[in-house]
Each structure stands twice: as structure tokens, then as C-alpha cells.
């Protein structure tokens, strides 16, 4: 776009011309995307990034007839975009990376907890059934699918996969009971 035209479009915007918006945005739009797109490499955020650029022209119409160079007003503008998209990416890193710290803090009430669960999953196994106590052990401790553990102690899967059920069943029953008595 020519330097008159520029001017002329400016201060028709400046008293609210639709058309004069349109021509600044097809001729400025796909520019401002593309330096855009060159610092970030995510299309969709510049894109996003030049349509905000572009609704602030038209919120700030009235001024823009005091604007100079229209190119220079929109990649200042794109400027300060990507150096608060950057600072924005910043803050969610060191958040991210803050919440990754704090779960990984040792913290001793939930060691503690975590034995005494353990623990509490052992006596419920160890009262179960022979056959049950083995199974569920070769399912859960040992990692052995259904169709292993059914293979090595020569019984039907859906043998195993109801040994499994029941045992499951009989841990969810205990756990409910302790944390009734606790909680």
C-alpha cells in the first residue's frame, strides 16, 4: 500500500470507515501474521495474535489519524505481543515445573501411609483362600496376565479373572471398613 492511500485510510478510520479498515487489514494482516508466525511457529496462536493486533485498530480508530506509519504502529505492536507471549510461556513453565518439584517433595505422612496401606493389603491377602492368594499374588505382584496365571496353575482364565474379582472385591470391603473407622 502506497504511503497516500495509507494516510488517506488512517484518517477515514480515524472517523470510523469500515472500508478503509478492510483496506489496511488486507493489505497489513497477512504481513503482521507471518512476522508473527516467524517468531512463535504456532499458526493458530499468530493468527490469533494479528486478529487481536487488528481489533485494537479498530477499538483505537479514533487515533489513528495521528499515526505516521501504519507499519511501523503494527509491528510494534506484533513486537510487544511475542515479548508477552514469551513472558506468558515463561510464567507457565515455572509453574509447571514448580507443581512437578512439589510432587515430587518427600514427605514422610504419605511414606508412612503408603507401608501402612501395604500392609493392610497383605493381612487382607493372607486370609483369603490358598488358591485366591496365589492368584491375585501372580496378578498384581508379579505382573502374570490371566491367561499366564491360568497356563501355570492349569485352570480356566475365567477361574482366574473370578479369583481376581473376589479378591479385589474382599480388599475394596477391608478399605472401606478402615477408612470408615479412620475418616
Not at 33 to 56: C, R, S, V
Amino acid at each position: 500500500m502506497d504511503k497516500t492511500l495509507e494516510i488517506e485510510c488512517l484518517t477515514n478510520l480515524a472517523e470510523g470507515d469500515h472500508r478503509s479498515y478492510e483496506l489496511l487489514f488486507l493489505a497489513y494482516h497477512p504481513k503482521v501474521y507471518h512476522f508473527l508466525y516467524g517468531f512463535i511457529k504456532n499458526e493458530e496462536e499468530a493468527y490469533d495474535m494479528a486478529q487481536e493486533i487488528f481489533y485494537k485498530v479498530w477499538v483505537n480508530r479514533k487515533t489513528m489519524g495521528e499515526i505516521k506509519s501504519f507499519k511501523a504502529y503494527l509491528f510494534t505492536m506484533a513486537r510487544h505481543m511475542i515479548y508477552n507471549y514469551y513472558e506468558h510461556t515463561l510464567v507457565k513453565e515455572k509453574y509447571t515445573l514448580s507443581r512437578l518439584a512439589q510432587s515430587e517433595t518427600y514427605e514422610p505422612e504419605q511414606d508412612m501411609f503408603a507401608k501402612d496401606l501395604a500392609l493392610l493389603i497383605d493381612l487382607v491377602v493372607s486370609q483369603m483362600p490358598e488358591q485366591r492368594q496365589r492368584i491375585f499374588k501372580m496378578s498384581r505382584k508379579e505382573g502374570f496376565s490371566s491367561d499366564e496365571i491360568a497356563s501355570r496353575l492349569n485352570i480356566h482364565k475365567r477361574t482366574v479373572e473370578n479369583h481376581i474379582s473376589k479378591a479385589l472385591s474382599d480388599l475394596r470391603k477391608a478399605l472401606q471398613y478402615i477408612s470408615f473407622l479412620f475418616f
